[in-house]
């Protein structure tokens, strides 16, 4: 029966992407909270973002309430930011209402926040998961791409809190040139903890600057991108190393190549029109990151929405953008299935 439904579901997401019209919910819920942040990030500018025009837990209560009429309550659900804990009494209030609904929720963190106090409000709430972003065990370059001078000191305080706890542990690596030679170490390091995942992060546009909202091309961060003998010789690592890597070995390949070849990327199609939905703090909606805004939650109801956004889709049909190799992102159709199987 699960495969059936595994078959149905991937049917019916093909049929969406051809005819640009509605025939699955989406299975990937991204609740940016705030665009508040403590971080300075290399590869990001939200805390560039104003932050005036937030939602308030009345607010949040009804959409959410709302969401189960076309949501699955196997919807994978992340709190997101900025720094989802710089509003935390919200981030406990959500994931509250949240588990009413939905069987996970997942905190995207960058663990600046996280005490034994935190930790444990957030297991009372019922978080399933806390993601924290961590790059290199050299504290120096971990800090350089945070943009904090503590990053390194507060990620690494609060894996070791999170793993002592009832909360699983996901450890999200970005790579990049800064990183990439020492990644390897700190993967072990991971390693050698139990039931943490870790998820290989591709380096992509600066995420919420302007050039990332031009669909008909892309600006990467060329001071961070890695040369290719370092890329070649740290996935040939991954594919002997792979234990605790979430990413799928399709995902992996993929993200390889991308570094090798960005341009080579756009042979697989983007599904975000038929997977994902993003809510941005005042309750905008759209399908990606990077997408044009469909409708507002606290105007519109999410199934009549999505049901509506025909025209982004087609968008995002004929969408440039790499960033189809990002985790949230990456979901191969029928035809990348076998392409890839003919060419393994």
């Known amino acids: 029966m699960k495969f059936m439904n595994k078959i149905v579901n991937k049917i019916s997401k093909e049929i969406s992407y051809q005819t640009s019209r509605y025939t699955v919910p989406p299975e990937f819920l991204s609740l940016i909270i705030t665009m508040r942040c403590n971080f300075r990030c290399q590869s990001c500018s939200i805390w560039q973002k104003p932050h005036d025009d937030e939602l308030n837990e009345d607010s949040w209560k009804e959409i959410i309430s709302k969401l189960p009429d076309t949501l699955k309550p ?24 949240l588990k009413k609904r939905f069987k996970k929720v997942t905190l995207n963190s960058n663990g600046l926040l996280i005490n034994e106090e935190i930790l444990e409000e957030l297991g009372e709430a019922g978080l399933d998961t806390i993601k924290i972003s961590f790059y290199s065990l050299k504290k120096e370059k971990h800090n350089s791409l945070r943009g904090h001078p503590l990053a390194f000191e507060h990620a690494k305080k609060a894996i070791d809190l999170i793993f002592k706890s009832n909360i699983n542990l996901e450890v ?22 139990q039931n943490v995942s870790i998820i290989l992060q591709p380096l992509d546009e600066i995420i919420e600057s302007k050039e990332s909202k ?58 975000a029109g038929q997977r994902n939905l993003v809510v941005y703090p005042n309750g905008d909606v759209t399908f990606c990151f990077k997408g044009g805004i469909i409708g507002n939650l606290e105007k519109r109801d999410v199934g009549q929405i999505i049901r509506n956004a025909t025209d982004e889709r087609k968008k995002i049909k004929h969408c440039k953008k790499y960033c189809r190799i990002v985790g949230c992102n990456f979901s191969r159709g029928y035809s990348e299935f076998v392409r890839d199987r003919i060419n393994t």
């Open 74 to 97: 196997n919807t994978f659900v992340e709190i997101n930011g900025g720094e989802p804990l710089a509003r935390k009494d919200l981030t406990f209030f959500l994931i509250k209402e």
């Open 172 to 193: 999200g690596l970005l790579v990049t040139s800064e990183n990439i030679k020492d990644a390897p170490a700190l993967i072990e390091y991971l390693q050698k903890l």
């Open 214 to 271: 031009d669909l008909s091309s892309n600006k990467l961060i060329s001071n961070l991108w890695p040369e290719k003998n370092d890329v070649n010789k740290f996935f040939d690592w991954v594919v002997d190393n792979n234990g605790s890597i979430k990413n799928s070995t399709a995902n992996i390949k993929a993200i390889r190549q991308y570094y090798l070849n960005p341009n080579e990327i756009l042979k697989y199609r983007c599904f």
